[in-house]
């Protein structure tokens, strides 16, 4: 069982930066693919980014791509989604994801799921 607690939402102007992270317990993060999605309201949720369990490689949504960067400590047991130049429509609630298989930008390939943190982007 690993439990995700997400954290660093807000409100943040438009072409401004928040830095998610994700803190995971239970077992250690280092034995998973992490990912980051998003839910807007009235939409389905979807991919965002992921990174393999070591952290070398890494892929976004074009939507995100250049302006968001995930990274992982996992020494830290935490996981982070920087995001630059935000835009009103990155406004969703953001969650964090683990897998115990490769990383996916499939959400059903995801075992275990934060709470969500809230990001509003206003312009």
């Known amino acids: 069982q690993v439990q995700l607690v997400e954290s660093g939402g807000g409100l943040v102007q438009a072409g401004g930066s928040l830095r998610l992270s994700c803190a995971a317990s239970g077992r250690a993060s280092s034995g998973y693919a992490m990912g980051w999605f998003r839910q807007a309201p009235g939409k389905e949720r979807e991919f965002v980014a992921t990174i393999s369990k070591n952290g070398g490689i890494r892929n976004y949504a074009d939507s995100v791509k250049g302006r968001f960067t995930i990274s992982r400590d996992n020494a830290k047991n935490t996981v982070y989604l920087q995001m630059n130049s935000l835009k009103p429509e990155d406004t969703a609630v953001y969650y964090c994801?683990?897998?115990?298989?490769?990383?996916?930008?499939?959400?059903?390939?995801?075992?275990?799921w934060g709470q969500g943190t809230q990001v509003t982007v206003f312009s």
């Open positions: 994801a683990a897998s115990g298989l490769r990383s996916s930008s499939s959400a059903d390939r995801y075992d275990y």
